[in-house]
């Protein structure tokens, strides 16, 4: 009835992934990360307690009683060791998206498949780091409810994000795939003093991949 949902956290926290599931009994449970198997996760909730680096991945739950199998959507945990002189700044662009939805000042961004599109009518933020050592760039967006034509777009039906960025507006050369359709942050790391351009794109279950949104910007120093 509901998927398990990832999460982007600090190392050291406490992250609980669970799903609600209705069916005949008796019922089965078994998790897994990155497609392995994980070794004692067979009930419905997985807790992971003071996590660290190692425990980002992208998880998901098989359940199965006599009669059938069924998996869940990937949630994908993120665990970030953040610098104290992270701080963000947003430099948005302020222009519409394909669904002429206007974007608000912190930038919204749309991500439609070509045929069967999603609107993504989700905001995308960005901020810079002063530390020399460790710039970044944090981006974030809202998952995508409807698609281009109007209906209704459910979670299991997003695969996820393509991110394409680069140093100007029309070099945008660099992507980066987001697996889950319920992550909605991503943070890039070691970058170069400069600004740097970014769109975003989504990935539907079929892996038809949408219209990239507007261009956004950011800076670090």
């Known amino acids: 009835m509901t998927q398990p949902v990832g999460v982007v956290t600090e ?12 069916g005949g009994l008796p019922m089965s449970y078994q998790w897994f990360k990155d497609g392995e198997l994980i070794e004692g996760a067979t009930t419905s909730a997985l807790v992971l307690g003071s996590v ?4 980002s991945g992208a998880y998901s739950l098989r359940v199965s009683n006599p009669s059938s199998v069924v998996t869940s959507a990937t949630a994908e945990v993120v665990v970030q060791v953040l610098s104290a002189d992270d701080e963000n ?6 222009s519409s998206d394909s669904t002429d939805d206007q974007y608000v000042a912190d930038n ?3 991500g439609d498949s070509s045929d069967d599109a999603n609107s993504n009518d989700g905001q995308q933020s960005n901020g ?20 281009e034509d109007g209906s209704d777009l459910e979670l299991y039906e997003i695969n996820g994000y393509v991110i394409k960025y680069g140093s100007s507006a029309g070099g945008m050369a660099n992507t ?31 892996d038809v991949q949408g219209e990239f949104s507007s261009t956004i910007s950011a800076g670090v120093n």
């Open 11 to 22: 190392a050291g926290e406490r992250v609980s992934l669970t799903a609600n599931i209705i």
């Open 52 to 55: 660290s680096i190692n425990d």
């Open 89 to 94: 700044a947003s430099q948005p662009d302020d």
């Open 108 to 110: 919204q961004n749309s």
């Open 128 to 147: 810079g780091s002063n530390d020399t050592s460790s710039r970044s760039i944090s981006l974030s967006w809202d998952i995508p409810v409807e698609r």
């Open 176 to 206: 980066i795939n987001i697996s889950g359709g319920n992550v909605t942050q991503y943070t890039l790391d070691n970058l170069n003093s400069g600004t740097y351009y970014f769109a975003i794109a989504t990935v539907d279950s079929d």
